[in-house]
């Protein structure tokens, strides 16, 4: 029983960060369009800075709520362990 809730626990979690990973992959164009070029270009920032900086942020927010989310509740030392090294993971996709 513990494999099973575990595994699906995973895949939850690899779900969750290919969605983030999908929205790491919006381009500088739909920033533009949506007008968060203008508004980042006013301190300084061109539209592919933009992308990676508005996609950093967006990693950032949603690795520490997940962390704490984890720490919080209390989720047992192995689903714990699996969380943190999602998030280590996520973290290295972000650099390819």
Aim: proline share 1%; aromatic share 6%; net charge negative.
């Amino acid at each position: 029983m513990e494999g099973k809730y575990t595994r699906r626990n995973e895949i939850i979690i690899q779900n969750f960060y290919t969605k983030i990973k999908e929205l790491h992959r919006l381009d500088e164009h739909v920033y533009e369009q949506a007008g968060v070029a203008v508004l980042l270009s006013n301190i300084g920032l061109n539209p592919t800075s933009a992308s990676l900086f508005v996609a950093a942020a967006l990693h950032i927010i949603l690795s520490l709520t997940l962390l704490v989310v984890a720490n919080i509740v209390n989720l047992g030392t192995v689903l714990n362990a699996t969380i943190s090294t999602a998030v280590l993971a996520a973290s290295s996709w972000h650099l390819e």
